[in-house]
């Protein structure tokens, strides 16, 4: 597979879970939507299955990290080429921001008759539900970490699950973490999905959408770069202790 078929799946695969993502976010929190008020449940759903469909899609060809936490990681750890880092980044960071304007298209009435700007930034990109960054920043590595060290069992060769069954075990690993940890920041894990997104609500000429919240957005980027990595590392280590 060429460097740019695999640059292109990772466009796709991230536009599919962000599609997914933002389309139940919009779909549980604006205005006169059937599904409005369907809580909790049905949002860490959405994401969860997304991952799935998006890994289903596009993992035979370049992996589907979807997340530039899980590409730098195991550039980090020696399990995938640092040449292809840069593209791959930007190819989801791309498919971020076109599955978010996808998103939008689908609820277009609806984000037209949303009055809160809250919920119009919402749908979009995470926020804490305490503002503290520095145990917002733990939360999110926390998760990442989780996320990646899951992500690398499930993939491990010596897993007795069958290898058909591990995109819908990730997107259950997605779905668990939302359960288990979401609530703190509406879990990115995934500093494409928060900041693709972000900046499709900043540019989106969107009705009375306020601003952006560029002042938390370091962290939703930072965060699971810094656990995403740890996370592959405590791995490896892992390995090596059960060897």
């Known amino acids: 597979m060429s460097a740019m078929g695999m ?7 991230t536009m599919i879970l962000i599609v997914f993502g933002a389309g139940v976010c ?13 809580g909790w449940i049905v949002i860490t759903a959405g994401w969860g299955f997304g991952v799935a469909m998006a890994v289903y899609a596009t993992g035979w060809v370049s ?29 989801q960071m791309l498919g971020a921001m076109a599955g978010a304007t996808l ?20 749908v979009f990109s995470t926020g804490p539900a305490i503002k503290d960054y520095k145990w917002n920043f733990v939360s999110e590595a ?3 970490f989780v996320l990646v060290f899951g992500v690398l069992g499930i993939g491990n060769a010596n897993n007795l699950m069958a290898p058909a069954a591990s995109p819908l075990l990730v997107g259950i690993l997605v779905w668990a973490i939302g359960l288990s940890l979401g609530g703190a920041t509406g879990y990115a894990i995934n500093p494409a999905r928060d900041l693709g997104p972000r900046i499709v609500h900043a540019i989106l000429p969107i009705k009375g959408k306020g601003h952006s919240n560029w002042s938390y957005a370091w962290v939703p980027v930072v965060a699971p770069l810094v656990g995403g990595t740890v996370g592959a590392l405590f791995y490896n280590f892992c390995l090596t202790m059960w060897q």
């Open 103 to 122: 998103a939008y298209l689908a609820f277009k009435n609806h984000m037209d008759q949303e009055e809160d700007a809250g919920t119009k930034l919402g």
């Open 7 to 13: 640059y292109f799946a990772e466009f796709v695969g």
């Open 142 to 144: 926390i998760g990442t």
């Open 26 to 38: 919009m779909n549980t929190s604006t205005k006169d939507s059937y599904a409005k008020g369907s």
């Open 63 to 91: 992996g589907a990290h979807i997340n530039p936490a899980v590409t730098v990681a195991l550039a980090i750890t020696g399990a995938f080429d640092w040449a292809l880092v840069p593209g791959y980044i930007v190819a």
